[in-house]
């Protein structure tokens, strides 16, 4: 079993913990569930997990937001879940739990290139991707963002 969305799973962490049931949590920038709610709850609950022994995983469950992944995990790091069980959530964990741990999920020869080159901390908003790698080929970052970008910002 895998439990997901996993927004209220802080309530039965401990029941998690026993039955070795990981979580996927959804967004971090959220609202809180109920109005008694504590308002950071959706940023805590990846730490109060992890700390309870819980595997902690993430997702967008949207394609459209999916580029935000690497920051809301961000968040969850900012209110207390350790940096490397953060990247570790969208990185390595979610191989194993999908079956493909023999192909994905960490450098190893064998296993597919897919990797990104960053300028800093790939969990900080300001960093910026400078390589893609899918399959050990490199692909192209131009987009029509960045296009309209340059375009822009050389006008005088």
Request: with cysteine; hydrophobic share 40%.
């Amino acid at each position: 079993m895998v439990l997901l969305s996993g927004r209220d799973s802080w309530k039965v962490k401990d029941l998690l913990r026993e039955k070795g049931i990981p979580v996927v949590l959804g967004p971090t920038l959220a609202l809180p569930a109920t109005e008694d709610t504590p308002y950071d709850k959706p940023f805590t609950v990846a730490s109060e997990l992890q700390a309870a022994g819980v595997r902690v995983i993430f997702a967008s469950f949207s394609s459209a937001n999916s580029r935000l992944l690497p920051h809301e995990v961000g968040n969850a790091v900012a209110y207390g879940l350790p940096w490397e069980e953060g990247l570790k959530g969208i990185t390595l964990c979610p191989a194993p739990l999908f079956g493909v741990a023999d192909s994905l999920g960490t450098i190893e020869e064998g296993k597919m290139a897919n990797l990104m080159v960053t300028d800093g901390n790939p969990l900080e908003i300001r960093t910026e991707v400078r390589y893609v790698f899918i399959n050990g080929k490199r692909v192209s970052l131009e987009n029509k963002h960045r296009s309209l970008y340059e375009k822009y910002r050389a006008r005088p």
